[in-house]
């Protein structure tokens, strides 16, 4: 829905009435992911999509149907291959689409913090009385119950999921600011990194210690430029779980102080460029300074994927193809039992 | 034709997308009728442009370039009298004996200008679109038709007549046939190409899911994990085994490029392949000789 708020956010402000159809979870393949979402508004216009425009003619006449007064509804599209065959239709997958009116309400306020990068999870009902009613859960505040905590767990990792709440299921979209990929190193490889990087949707710092490598023209695609001592400045950046920590330096002096403070964060992927021998020297000299095998293990170095690449896109791509494996393997592990 | 014509001209290539050899001399023992420095360059029909040393090197260069083009890999070649080319060489310079009565030793390198390749990314589903958008920044170039040329082709189309593309694709011979689909799908997909009578070899080079198993993934995750794979295939791919056909000038022995071959005789039905006008006149002579010395 983040790609169509500016539309939704247009049609409120004109006073326009509109409904949306999203989706709420698939199986198999799917060309768009939960959270995905078509608006139909009043006069017809259509923003957005559910899929790859195989099942839209469907659900504009659900929505149609929605916004002449019709109850939100939930529908399922689940195309049987032979059936996909015949009718020139895709995927094997099947979707689970939600078509609800839209409440204006909520749009400005969600617009706001996602601009502003503030997480805010939508929060909507699939059953029961107040089906496909929204409203907007924030990470803070005070908590609505059981409901509200579930969507706030899920807000933390930036997941868009169906959670059930005694026997109910809710469907919760999270609007999570992007997560931080911070690329220490201001070096060729750092701004392949970068585009990459915001390609898959992190929010990217390149910081450097030396400032006259680390200039716009160096970097037109990333977030923010710092100038500091990479170890300096990762103490203060803010670090969760989806964060990722490339440490492209190669430079003892820098890659010590910095790996030394990343292991003691909780980002979920630190990786390190060098050598093989590089790698084993700086092992050796973080053990020296109090680093545990555990807290190493957690560094992949050398940096990513072995592709036998060898340009900075190549390698960039290496990075990004492990960063990947890294979130999904953490995305498998047995869910850390809150306490 | 002056050094700096050469690399106009090979820029010229290079910018529309022609294989090409450059040929940098970059050693040379006296006597001889070259320069450190000189250059030439040499097309993929063996044309040779520029200047190297006469004669005596020319059909060397002109071979050596045929296959460095042909395998992609720059190579050091050393030209001299049979016996002495050897000597303080580089240990995996090229040792070429050359048939000419100059004493000079010269040093080429060979360095093979291939276009980059070509990506074939067939569909307008979010991650064909991407795929499209990120393969130019690893050095793919990217169409979106199917393309004879094309070394890799990605089908994701999400369904709109997968059969087709990827019948049309094996049947080209395309090395690297990758298919964006569910298992699901991609069982159908394949059970349909059996079908139609495409044999069990040519679906087995499927790949299906295209890309590196990075977990389930989002649709930009995709076409990260197709473009890791793309990368790693490149990187991991034999050398072309199509090298160029090189016959033996019966008069001296060097072997020279069939393709690229200026002098040529026919004696008795065959062709016979010579380094310069010298071996060809020597042979025309007594052709007899040379082919006995060489069907022993």
Redesign the interface.
């Known amino acids: 829905m983040r790609d169509i708020l500016p539309t939704l956010e247009r049609w409120a402000a004109d006073g326009v009435k509109a409904a949306t159809a999203t989706v709420v979870s698939t199986e198999r393949s799917a060309p768009r992911d939960p959270g995905a979402a078509l608006a139909v508004s009043e006069s017809g216009d259509v923003a957005g999509s559910v899929t790859g425009g195989c099942v839209e003619p469907a659900v504009y006449e659900e929505a149609r149907e929605v916004l002449a007064g019709g109850e939100a509804r939930l529908r399922t599209y689940g195309i049987a291959d032979e059936e996909a065959f015949e009718v020139g239709l895709p995927c094997g997958g099947t979707v689970n689409i939600l078509v609800a009116p839209l409440d204006p309400q909520l749009i400005g306020p969600l617009a706001d913090a996602v601009r502003e990068e503030r997480p805010v999870a939508m929060v909507t009902p699939l059953s029961g009385a107040n089906a496909g009613v929204s409203r907007l859960v924030s990470a803070d505040g005070p908590s609505d119950g059981e409901v509200d905590e579930r969507a706030r767990e899920l807000l933390a990792r930036g997941n868009t999921a169906i959670v059930e709440v005694d026997g109910a299921e809710v469907f919760v979209s999270s609007f999570a600011p992007r997560p931080n990929m911070y690329v220490f190193g201001a070096v060729d490889h750092a701004a392949a990194l970068a585009e990459i990087g915001r390609f898959l949707g992190y929010r990217v710092t390149v910081c450097d210690a030396r400032a006259r490598f680390v200039t716009p023209e160096r970097f037109p695609e990333v977030d923010e430029l710092v100038v500091d001592w990479p170890d300096r400045f990762l103490e203060q950046a803010p670090v969760d779980e989806r964060t990722a920590i490339c440490v492209l330096t190669h430079d003892h002096k820098f890659d010590i102080p910095l790996l030394k403070a990343a292991v003691a964060t909780p980002a979920g992927y630190i990786g390190a460029m060098g050598s093989r021998r590089t790698t084993a020297e700086r092992e050796e000299r973080l053990r020296a300074e109090g680093v545990t095998d555990e807290q190493l293990a957690r560094i992949r170095a050398p940096i990513g994927l072995k592709l036998g690449g060898r340009t900075p896109e190549e390698v960039a791509v290496a990075i990004a193809a492990q960063l990947i494996q890294t979130v999904h393997d953490r995305s498998q592990a047995p869910e850390p039992v809150a306490g | 034709m002056t050094g700096a014509d050469v690399l106009v001209r090979a820029g010229r290539l290079a910018s529309e997308g022609v294989p090409f050899a450059l040929a940098t001399v970059v050693g040379v023992r006296r006597p001889a009728s070259t320069r450190r420095g000189d250059r030439a360059l040499v097309t993929s029909e063996g044309e040779l442009v520029g200047w190297i040393g006469g004669a005596c090197s020319e059909p060397i260069v002109v071979r050596e370039a045929l296959r460095a083009i042909a395998d992609g890999e720059s190579r050091l070649v050393r030209i001299g009298p049979a016996g002495e080319a050897a000597a303080g060489a580089h240990p995996d310079a090229v040792i070429a004996a050359s048939s000419c009565a100059s004493e000079g030793v010269v040093e080429v390198l060979v360095e093979p200008q291939l276009p980059e390749p070509l990506l074939a990314v067939l569909g ?3 991650a064909a679109e ?1 795929l499209a958008r ?1 393969a130019p ?3 793919w170039r990217v169409t979106r038709e199917l393309a004879q040329d094309a070394e890799a082709v990605v089908v994701a189309t ?4 997968d059969e087709t593309t990827l019948a049309a694709a094996l049947e080209h011979g395309v090395p690297y046939v990758g298919l964006v ?5 991609a069982s ?1 997909v394949l059970a ?1 190409l059996r079908e139609r009578g495409v044999d069990e070899d040519a679906l087995a080079r499927v790949r299906s ?1 295209a890309g ?1 198993d ?8 995709i ?3 197709v ?2 794979e793309l ?2 295939w ?3 791919r034999a050398p072309v085994p199509a090298t160029p056909a090189v016959a033996v000038d019966p008069v001296c022995g060097m072997e020279v490029a069939v393709d690229a071959a200026k002098e040529i005789a026919t004696y008795e039905g065959h062709e016979y392949y010579f380094c310069g006008p010298g071996c060809r006149s020597r042979f025309e002579a007594d052709p007899a000789s040379y082919v006995t010395v060489e069907a022993s």
């Not at chain 2, 999400?158 to 007549?161: E, F, L």
């Not at chain 2, 689909?181 to 799908?185: E, F, G, M, V, Y």
Request: no cysteine; aromatic share 0%.
């Open positions: 307008d589903s979010p991407s990120l920044e690893v050095g999400m369904g709109h007549d689909a569910s298992a699901r799908r159908v349909a899911p590196l990075l977990g389930p993934s989002t649709q930009p995750e076409a990260v994990a473009l890791a990368v790693a490149r990187h991991s």
